[in-house]
């Protein structure tokens, strides 16, 4: 009986964690995407016909985009407990990486990765922004005091990431109950005003605003698509939660309270349409203005945190699957392994974002660059998971059809809608995006090849083996560990030594460490072990892309294997190359440059691998790339 209260109370703390997490961006949204129908660059008049047809869309797209789609059916699809299209990219690829579908889908998976640091950009930005902008219901004397305001507020929100995700949203989990609350308050106060309004929840009055307004009601699905934004973000954070606790507190808090709020605000504007400048700041009597325009800053600095703890979830991901670079990657729970902080992330998104708030000053011009990206992510998302309903699900192939073609219906039509943004702002989410894809491919392809030239320098470990075993050379106290890459081969550095050196230690473990596309691997399937003969060990431990990788908390499994380890007189031994670029072995000049620069910046092995600096030998060496 304890432990079930145990665990109810457990799941409750994780739901009201997950509110101050996972859906601070879709929470927020109320701010600007009822205004953004009517004064958005492709706003409609704020008569009745438009007003109940841009809030029934607004609350189908909240039931089939976020309801249905997300939190139904793409939750499903978990890599292992974790979320995220790079999860959901190596959960459906094929096993033949040399076919057309593993390119294309990689292809796929990774781009849509790649926009979604633009969404960690913009969020902060124009969330923070409109929230702010609240000032100027109350006094126009706030207008230049907009940007600075929000510039302090920005800072305080990155630094407070290196604090943990855990610690984050044990503080934001009780403001953003208190905000959804409030949503609801407000929006059933004008409810009661104006009740017709709760008529714009028959879908007819959606399919009517097409009929009345042709191809441009398409372009309004742009303002629309901003009340879904969230989607992916959810999606991606799942490892920090779970999934049923982040469906408890939408089905119960989240959903609710924004239906109620995107009702109320339609029900404003049904009694005076000239309030559409900002419904949303209209909703409250002037005397609560500046304590709402607080609650309102509180809210999206947690929206801001959905997005970041989304790409940092996001990065660590790359980093394991081997599309970037190796960073600092702090662990901030003991509890949970989803939660993490990684710094450079996090004042790259925090530069870009200072850069977006200089650059478009308000949050109206703002919503041009927001939705481009995302709208882009969930079309791939839609693909990608077409492949899980039939292939992992094993639905029939009719039915995964039909649900794919409907949710791609639903999704292309947004984007449409925010191509159209794309010369007032829309470029910007693209054209990092597609920096950043060119970084994960070219370190990808860039780490692919020195493995290659790695192997025509080393050679098979058997026929090393056989070689070593004919002419043994001195053996000394202690015991070596040499990483590499792949356990067929012999590790360079290991050739090297014995190069120059002329000497080995009694004890040689040639440790290769192997990251499989799950998210973790069980304690029980961590480590594998095989006798070479004379001294000479074969140890591969197994990681999963979300686990902690630790090599010293490993040599408790090696020593189990009967393996007699003394810690003192370890010496891990690891490979430092120089790379020379000449263009020759299967990339452009330029991609090696880049690719030698973020070589020599990555974090060194030695931290990624919290091997303990005094007992690490490196040896250098030059390879033509």
């Not at 109810?8 to 996972?22: F, R």
């Not at 560990?481 to 290991?494: C, D, G, R, T």
Request: contains cysteine; neutral net charge.
């Amino acid at each position: 009986m304890e432990s079930v209260k145990s665990e109810k109370k457990n799941l409750g703390i994780l739901s009201l964690t997950a509110l101050g997490i996972v859906f601070g961006d879709i929470g927020t949204s109320p701010l600007y995407a009822v205004r953004e129908c009517f004064y958005g660059g492709f706003g409609v008049e704020p008569n009745t016909a438009n007003i109940m047809g841009a809030i029934s869309l607004i609350f189908w797209a909240l039931i089939i985009v976020i309801s249905l789609k997300y939190l139904i059916l793409i939750l499903r699809a978990d890599n292992k407990g974790e979320g995220g299209i790079l999860a959901l990219m190596h959960l459906v690829l094929p096993k033949n990486k040399r076919s057309k579908n593993y390119m294309l889908m990689s292809a796929m998976g990774l781009f849509g990765a790649a926009l979604l640091y633009g969404d960690g950009m913009i969020t902060p930005a124009i969330s923070v922004l409109s929230a702010i902008e609240g000032l100027s219901i109350a006094t126009p004397v706030f207008d230049s005091f907009v940007i600075p305001i929000t510039i302090g507020i920005l800072i305080g929100l990155f630094l407070f990431q290196k604090k943990g995700t855990h610690k984050v949203g044990f503080v934001f989990g009780p403001l953003i109950l208190i905000w959804f609350i409030i949503l609801a308050v407000l929006g059933f106060n004008s409810i009661v005003k104006q009740p017709e309004i709760l008529e714009a929840l028959n879908p007819y009055f959606a399919f009517q605003f097409f009929v009345i307004h042709h191809w441009h009601g398409i372009f309004i699905l742009g303002a629309i698509f901003l009340v879904v934004t969230g989607g992916e973000a959810l999606y991606a954070d799942i490892g920090h939660f779970g999934k049923k606790p982040i469906r408890i507190a939408w089905f119960a808090v989240v959903l609710p309270a924004l239906v109620i709020n995107y009702l109320g605000q339609g029900a404003l504007l049904l009694g005076d349409p000239s309030l559409a400048i900002n419904p949303f700041y209209h909703l409250a009597p002037q005397w609560a203005i500046y304590p709402l325009v607080i609650m309102a800053t509180m809210a999206t600095v947690i929206a801001s945190q959905a997005v970041i703890s989304g790409a940092f979830s996001l990065t660590f991901q790359a980093i394991q699957l081997g599309y970037f670079p190796r960073v600092n990657v702090i662990h901030t729970s003991g509890k949970e392994r989803g939660q993490i902080y990684i710094p450079q992330i996090n004042w790259i998104l925090f530069i870009g974002t200072i850069g977006l708030v200089f650059s478009f000053k308000t949050s109206a011009n703002l919503a041009a660059a927001y939705g481009v990206a995302v709208s882009t992510t969930m079309v791939i998302t839609t693909l990608l998971a077409f492949h899980a309903m039939h292939d992992l699900w094993k639905w029939k192939l009719s039915t995964s059809i039909m649900v794919t073609l409907l949710l791609l219906f639903i999704d292309l039509s947004f984007l449409m809608a925010n191509l159209s943004k794309i010369p007032e702002g829309g470029w910007f989410p693209l054209l990092l995006a597609g920096g950043i894809y060119l970084l994960m491919t070219t370190w990808h392809k860039g780490r692919r090849i020195v493995m290659l030239q790695f192997r025509k320098l080393s050679g098979l470990l058997s026929h090393f083996l056989e070689t070593y075993n004919k002419n043994p050379s001195a053996r000394i106290k202690g015991t070596a560990f040499y990483f590499v890459s792949n356990n067929e081969y012999a590790p360079p550095a290991l050739l090297l030594n014995l190069k120059h050196n002329k000497v080995l230690h009694e004890q040689v473990i040639i440790l290769s460490v192997i990251f499989h596309t799950v998210a973790h691997i069980s304690i029980d399937e961590r480590l594998e072990l095989n006798e070479l003969g004379n001294g000479f060990y074969l140890v591969n431990i197994n990681y999963g892309f979300m686990d902690n990788k630790d090599i010293p908390e490993a040599l408790d499994l090696i020593r189990e294997k009967g393996i007699s380890l003394n810690e003192d007189d370890i010496t891990y031994v690891l490979g430092r190359e120089t790379f020379i670029t000449d263009g020759k072995k299967g990339m452009a000049e330029w991609r090696e440059l880049i690719f030698a620069f973020l070589s020599r910046n990555s974090l060194r092995a030695t931290k990624y691998f919290n091997l303990p600096s005094s007992q690490v030998l490196e040896i250098g060496s030059q390879l033509e790339i």
